[in-house]
């Protein structure tokens, strides 16, 4: 059974960074793609970001797309989602997991932007 602990969130203002890990337990850890979600009140969870086993390959959603960057070590069992330019509508609970989200969810880490 593989868990899943983010941290790094907090209240920011717009145009400020954050940096956000995610500890996983377990082995398996690098040997799956991992992403960021985030789901923000009243809608679904959505993917912002995804990264390779290896690190190579990495993808955005548009909305992020230029601001965060997704990383991983794979010897620590950690994946870190760094975000710059923070903009009131990335407010949200932030969540890591596989790809396809097949774990067990983490309690997240709020990331709240406001002025």
């Known amino acids: 059974q593989v868990q899943l602990v983010e941290s790094g969130g907090g209240l920011v203002q717009p145009g400020g960074s954050l940096r956000l890990s995610c500890a996983a337990s377990g082995s398996i850890f690098s040997i799956n793609a991992m992403a960021w979600y985030r789901q923000a009140p009243g809608q679904q969870r959505e993917s912002v970001a995804r990264i390779s086993i290896n690190s190579i390959n990495t993808h955005y959603a548009d909305s992020v797309k230029g601001r965060f960057t997704i990383s991983r070590d794979n010897a620590k069992k950690t994946v870190y989602l760094q975000m710059n330019s923070l903009e009131p509508e990335d407010t949200a609970v932030y969540y890591c997991?596989?790809?396809?989200?097949?774990?067990?969810w983490g309690q997240g880490t709020q990331v709240t932007v406001s002025s």
């Open positions: 997991n596989t790809a396809d989200g097949r774990w067990d």
